[in-house]
């Protein structure tokens, strides 16, 4: 009931595609949804992020899509560079209590020139 | 502002041995949470500390183990280290006692066990 599983692995696409990445979850006391992006060498960045009361979020180029009735949400990069190309993270936590957060097993993107 | 410094960057350790990973949050940051990243696993939650108390706890064995200083700063020590402890080590501060404060991520210890 821990888990937060990812998918795909790995992703492949080119330049100006839209990749997808998504997460499914069990624990319904999670409600605050990371995606984190992580480049060769550096710790995981915080890219965006969500509440179950909304179902959609964009900053930029990123949008999160949130389905509570489903537990899922899934990561959308629109019009994706090669400068995209790195391993993104979903993970859940609880709003409260401590920073414990359930990270997925990562999916590796590289966006094609 | 300075981000989450990790020391040392790489380590090479025998098994057997013990090894002792260090890191400074960002300034006013009060909590430090430890995750290890190994390939296909992820990131996978060690502990957490905050005002010199770990509040929570992974499922690591107990050679696992760490430590929060008044002035934030934190170590991780594993000891009898063995070939599976070969990994990512990352440290990650938050700045928020509780509720939902984002994690921000040092660039990690690589530690490899021979």
């Known amino acids: 009931q821990q888990q937060v599983k990812q998918s795909p692995q790995s992703l492949i696409v080119q330049k100006g595609g839209i990749p997808i990445i998504n997460c499914a979850y069990e624990?319904?006391?999670?409600?605050?949804f990371p995606w984190y992006q992580q480049f060769p060498g550096k710790g995981p960045a915080l890219l965006i992020a969500?509440?179950?009361?909304?179902s959609e979020k964009k900053e930029g180029r990123f949008t999160i899509s949130f389905n509570k009735s489903a537990k899922q949400f899934s990561l959308h990069i629109m019009d994706s560079q090669p400068g995209d190309s790195a391993t993104y993270f979903c993970?859940?936590?609880?709003?409260?209590?401590?920073?414990?957060?359930?990270f997925g097993t990562g999916t590796r993107l590289k966006v094609l020139a | 502002k300075a981000g989450v410094t990790q020391t040392p960057r790489y380590l090479i350790k025998t098994r057997g041995q013990q090894v002792t990973l260090s890191c400074s949050p960002i300034?006013?940051?009060?909590?430090v949470s430890w995750y290890q990243q190994t390939p296909g696993q992820g990131l996978q939650f060690l502990f957490e500390?905050?005002?010199?108390?770990?509040?929570n706890k992974g499922n690591f064995p107990g050679r696992f183990s760490g430590r929060q200083f008044s002035n934030s700063r934190s170590e991780m020590n594993v000891s009898t280290l063995e070939l599976g402890d070969s990994a990512l080590y990352l440290c990650?501060?938050?700045?928020?006692?509780?509720?939902?404060?984002?994690?921000?991520f040092g660039n990690g210890t690589r530690l490899t066990v021979t």
């Open positions: 500390y905050f005002s010199e108390t770990q509040r």
């Open positions: 969500i509440r179950p009361d909304v």
């Open positions: 300034s006013g940051h009060r909590s």
């Open positions: 990650a501060s938050s700045l928020l006692p509780e509720g939902v404060s984002p994690l921000h």
């Open positions: 993970a859940a936590t609880p709003r409260s209590g401590t920073y414990k957060y359930i």
């Open positions: 624990n319904t006391a999670f409600d605050y």
